[in-house]
């Protein structure tokens, strides 16, 4: 029985239980706050930014601009998502830490397109801003969760020395500073592999985990369909504009319907025959392989609204077509590559996805296909993974839970 003239039973007596301690709650049957959700919206407005900027620059250069903020934004919303997996208690100072944090995101957002140039210092001010609320909330964890205090120990050393590192970008030249911002996310992605490697009785919520990056891939997915809506809008609804468009839409339908009834659905059936009371290396795999399958999807998602506009224009160029492609290669490779990672077997059954999806691209450089051409071909192959992959699980070659 609790002592009542404890100081935690005293300031939940105060606060009329507004603020409460931190606590485990990995053994919880839950999903995804209102609060998560609301805090997802700000990093809409950060992918539909980088987006924007992208696509003025369809270049390798702007690819890796591109490639290396998104992975900057994405590693932000991965540590308040990871933190809220293992303690998410939902008072009141955990509410306004996240709204901190979110406040700091719509920063972002704003700075987004000129992070690199003109608001260079106020980019980084926002990512500072988002490692001290995670700093914060790790420090309560540490407090009161005496169970998880290696765990919340590792997490805040990780934080600090990024948040350092992410400082001092703001007073060396900016090929410096880039590089910093690589070393402050490669310090901070030690953190759960080491986390991983522990003895601390600190798992990862399986059930929780799944459905917040699925979340997080309905918001990439988001830019596919509001880039396809703006792209037509700008193409004054010509006829070739709207070809593209429809294929366009064809291909981000059956991108979402290939992951949410196939790749995410095992991916969590995968999570979940590991279980067990500690973090797994299939929870890294799982983790650190949405981050090249979202950016993938974040890629096709620009790429399209360009094939739209430039087709309703004229010619669509070989770079916006090999933007696509490309995408489409890496979300199957990704997706591949996890699944074989987490189940700890090869990945050839799933290798002839990409393969395909590059005969499509490579055929484009080699004939100069139209636009067209190349979405439906793309579409065309994705539509074939998802009907393969249903008819595998329904035949019960594949298992898989609902994501």
């Known amino acids: 029985m609790a002592d009542r003239s404890s100081p935690r039973s005293v ?73 809220a997996n293992r303690f998410d208690h939902d ?14 995101v719509v920063g972002m ?10 608001y260079f210092g106020i980019f980084v001010g926002c990512q500072l801003v988002l490692r001290a609320m995670l ?31 992410w400082a001092v970008s703001l007073a060396v ?28 009785d600190v798992p990862l919520h399986v059930e929780h985990l799944p459905e917040r990056f699925a979340l997080f891939v309905i918001l990439v997915l988001g830019e596919s369909v509001a880039g396809i809506a703006h792209g037509l809008h700008d193409a004054h609804w010509t006829g070739s504009g709207l070809l593209v468009a429809a294929l366009g ?34 929870h890294d795999v799982y983790v650190f392989g949405q981050l090249p399958l979202t950016l993938a999807l974040a890629t096709v998602g620009a790429g399209l609204e360009l094939a739209v506009v430039q087709s309703g224009e004229g010619e669509v160029p070989t770079g916006t077509r090999l933007v696509l492609a490309g995408g489409v290669v890496v979300y199957l490779l ?42 439906g071909g793309l579409a065309a192959v994705v539509m074939a993974v998802v009907v393969v992959g249903l008819v595998e699980r329904s035949t019960g070659r594949v298992a898989v839970e609902e994501v």
């Not at 090869?346 to 190349?374: I, M, N, Q």
């Open 249 to 282: 839409f064809v291909l981000a339908a059956a991108l979402w319907w290939s992951y949410f009834d196939l790749a995410g659905a095992r991916a969590k059936q995968l999570l979940s025959e590991v279980g067990g009371e500690r973090s797994d290396h299939a």
């Open 11 to 83: 300031l939940g007596a105060l606060t009329g239980g507004l603020v409460r301690a931190p606590e485990l709650r990995t053994d919880d049957e839950r999903s995804a706050s209102r609060l998560e959700l609301f805090f997802d919206l700000a990093f809409v407005l950060v992918v539909a930014e980088l987006a924007i900027d992208f696509r003025a620059d369809v270049t390798w250069h702007g690819e890796l601009v591109f490639a290396g903020l998104f992975t900057t934004v994405w590693w932000a919303w991965v540590g308040s998502t990871l933190y």
């Open 334 to 375: 990704s997706v591949s590559f996890t699944e074989a990672g987490m189940s700890k077997k090869g990945a050839r059954r799933g290798l002839w996805w990409p393969v395909v999806a590059a005969a499509v691209a490579a055929v484009d450089v080699a004939l100069e296909l139209p636009a067209a051409v190349v979405v």
């Open 109 to 118: 957002a704003a700075t987004a397109t000129e992070a690199t140039g003109a």
């Open 173 to 200: 030249p900016r090929p410096i500073g880039f590089a910093l911002w690589a070393a402050a996310v490669l310090v901070e992605v030690l953190v759960p592999l080491l986390a991983t490697r522990s003895s601390a």
């Open 91 to 104: 008072d009141v100072v955990y509410r306004l830490l996240k709204l901190g944090s979110m406040a700091a």
């Open 135 to 165: 700093l914060l909330q790790y420090l309560r964890a540490y407090r009161h969760v005496p169970g998880a205090r290696p765990i919340a120990r590792l997490y805040m050393t990780g934080t600090a020395v990024g948040a350092l590192l």
